[in-house]
């Protein structure tokens, strides 16, 4: 079971292109062309076919391109058809927080796991939108959550544990002197002596 929106991605990518091998006539004669579960959450149970699962996975595609707006409608669309699906909160939050919505992707977090409390991917991006925010201690409570959900380690706890120490090697480094301003440049005399 896929949690992380990276993980999904890279699966959605590889089922995307062979989705586009399946050929249309066969698509027509009723072949299928449900695929692409979402994973992470169950959250293809149920969609194959419809108006949310189509949003949701348009949205993940956006998000994979890095055109976080654009997939926000998307996902609201996606989150009308299933309001309790951690996944789409999950990703409502991380598309926020990449565009420095703050407090609108905290709330998307915190709602995702009043959903689903043991969502590895949400805990790690809280956790990294928790030192955007400059609160390393909830960010190493996000962390301590990981570590009580992936006993044998996972790849949200050693991703989180890699922000919180970047940001801590971040904290001590002394500041650098700010740039001295160059000497005013000495004006030279015009040619031929002086006027």
Do not use: W
């Not at 409608?73 to 926020?96: E, F, K, M």
């Amino acid at each position: 079971m896929l949690k992380h929106p990276a993980e999904e991605i890279a699966m959605r990518g590889v089922l995307f292109a062979a989705a586009l091998l399946i050929s249309p006539p066969c698509l027509a004669m009723g072949g299928g062309g449900g695929g692409m579960g979402m994973g992470g959450g169950g959250y293809g149970s149920g969609m194959r076919g419809s108006a949310g699962f189509d949003d949701y996975g348009t949205a993940v595609r956006l998000i994979k391109h890095e055109k976080y707006s654009d997939a926000i409608p998307y996902l609201n669309r996606a989150l009308q058809q299933r309001p309790n699906n951690a996944d789409v909160l999950n990703y409502l939050g991380y598309t926020h927080r990449m565009l420095g919505d703050y407090p609108g992707s905290l709330d998307f977090y915190q709602r995702a796991l009043a959903r689903d409390p043991d969502h590895k991917g949400a805990h790690e991006y809280l956790g990294e939108l928790y030192l955007k925010m400059n609160r390393l201690a909830d960010a190493q409570g996000e962390l301590a959550q990981l570590t009580r959900l992936c006993v044998d380690g996972c790849e949200e706890r050693d991703v989180l544990t890699k922000a919180i120490a970047d940001y801590q090697l971040a904290a001590a480094a002394p500041a650098t002197p700010a740039a001295q301003p160059a000497a005013p440049a000495q004006t030279a005399a015009p040619a031929g002596g002086t006027p």
